[in-house]
């Protein structure tokens, strides 16, 4: 049980990478984009707060953890189509040039297949056969990956 709850606060915590872009964007005074960022990690965090999908025990407001992964999962998918976007527009710019920018969209593009799978992968975990350890490991390089993502991008 106390394993479970740590594993709430530890996947919970993650999202303090979001600081990276956030506080980049608001150096940028692009408030605009830190807030859209802001409330991505906030749902994030709200969901993990309230987790018990993964047989977790949750730390607070499990009552509200539907509405909370559902907040997750429209707010992570804004954020996605909205780098999808960028990459389209960027990856049109700079198509026909073979240089810097055009490696920097594959690296890019390798470093979302692989956040992808991360995610994907702690989604596999059954925690009945005491895989709490391996969700966490890989859904907090999700995490990372992700808001390393948005920082490049946005």
Not at 4 to 24: D, G, K, M
Request: proline share 2%; glycine share 4%; hydrophobic share 50%.
């Amino acid at each position: 049980m106390y394993w479970a709850l740590f594993i709430n606060y530890l996947v919970t915590t993650s999202n303090i990478f979001a600081l990276i872009p956030i506080i980049r964007l608001l150096s940028e005074k692009a408030h605009g984009k830190a807030f859209f960022v802001s409330v991505t990690a906030l749902s994030s965090f709200l969901m993990h707060l309230s987790e018990t999908k993964h047989r977790l025990p949750g730390i607070a407001w499990q009552r509200f953890g539907y509405y909370f992964i559902w907040l997750d999962r429209i707010m992570a998918t804004i954020c996605g189509l909205f780098i999808g976007y960028d990459l389209f527009v960027d990856y049109k710019k700079s198509h026909s040039i073979i240089g810097y920018k055009s490696i920097m969209t594959r690296l890019l593009l390798i470093k979302i297949i692989f956040g992808l799978s991360c995610n994907a992968l702690s989604e596999r975990f059954d925690p009945i056969a005491n895989n709490h350890s391996l969700f966490a490991f890989f859904h907090i390089i999700w995490h990372y990956l992700a808001y390393d993502t948005i920082n490049e991008v946005f």
